[in-house]
T-cell receptor
Framework: SQQGEEDPQALSIQEGENATMNCSYK?????LQWYRQNSGRGLVHLIL?????REKHSGRLRVTLDTSKKSSSLLITASRAADTASYFC?????????????FGKGTLLTVNP | GAVVSQHPSWVICKSGTSVKIECRSL??????MFWYRQFPKQSLMLMAT?????????EQGVEKDKFLINHASLTLSTLTVTSAHPEDSSFYIC??????????????FGPGTRLTVT
């Protein structure tokens, strides 16, 4: 099963509004990362938060991490039409000698102009 | 910096043929490269991890004889889909990390390759 599970699966908002997406995971992690993917394109790294961090900011992005609840949230403030994309959380998973990312199912965000 | 390219960006091939996809790190040396597969409206699934100069490590359920991975240099990894079938049609994405092993959380993703097998 997916390590990361985002909700909601889809979110539609108006430009200027804030968008909040959540991610839950099952096992202990070292890091949690959020990525954006425009339709049919590769992934763009947004932010990494370590397991000993609770909150991190980057521009209009705010990420929180609650390791006791095994959950994270991504807040995009003052959304723009260009923020329309799918957003994925990814958690690390120890796997032998190699580092592996496990992605959630993603949230499709639509920002209407 | 930290740009990863993939070639081709899309490819259509006939069933039974083989297709090679290249993944290049343009401005850094990629000690570790990853190959993912993504079906429409679904998440990325890790297929395999490759370290330069050694054999790739495949995830459970991924056929290593069907998905041949070569990481011959620190800037190039290739994925060859052998004897492709329509069910192999998917979006293949690579990522590259300048760091080895358990430090490879810093990954840079390529733009993906859309494979359609007819």
């Amino acid at each position: 099963s997916q390590q990361g599970e985002e909700d909601p699966q889809a979110l539609s908002i108006q430009e200027g509004e804030n968008a909040t997406m959540n991610c839950s995971y099952k096992t202990s992690i070292n890091n949690l990362q959020w990525y954006r993917q425009n339709s049919g394109r590769g992934l763009v790294h947004l932010i990494l938060i370590r397991s000993n961090e609770r909150e991190k900011h980057s521009g209009r992005l705010r990420v929180t991490l609650d390791t006791s609840k095994k959950s994270s949230s991504l807040l995009i403030t003052a959304s723009r039409a260009a923020d329309t994309a799918s957003y994925f959380c990814a958690t690390d998973a120890s796997g032998g000698s190699n580092y592996k990312l496990t992605f959630g199912k993603g949230t499709l965000l639509t920002v209407n102009p | 910096g930290a740009v990863v390219s993939q070639h081709p960006s899309w490819v259509i091939c006939k069933s039974g043929t083989s297709v090679k996809i290249e993944c290049r790190s343009l401005d850094f040396q990629a000690t570790t490269m990853f190959w993912y597969r993504q079906f429409p409206k679904q998440s990325l699934m890790l297929m395999a991890t490759s370290n330069e100069g050694s054999k790739a490590t495949y995830e459970q359920g991924v056929e290593k004889d069907k998905f041949l991975i070569n990481h011959a240099s620190l800037t190039l990894s290739t994925l060859t889909v052998t004897s492709a079938h329509p069910e192999d049609s998917s979006f293949y994405i690579c990522s590259a990390s300048p760091l080895p092993g358990q430090s490879a959380y810093e990954q840079y993703f390529g733009p993906g390759t859309r494979l359609t097998v007819t």
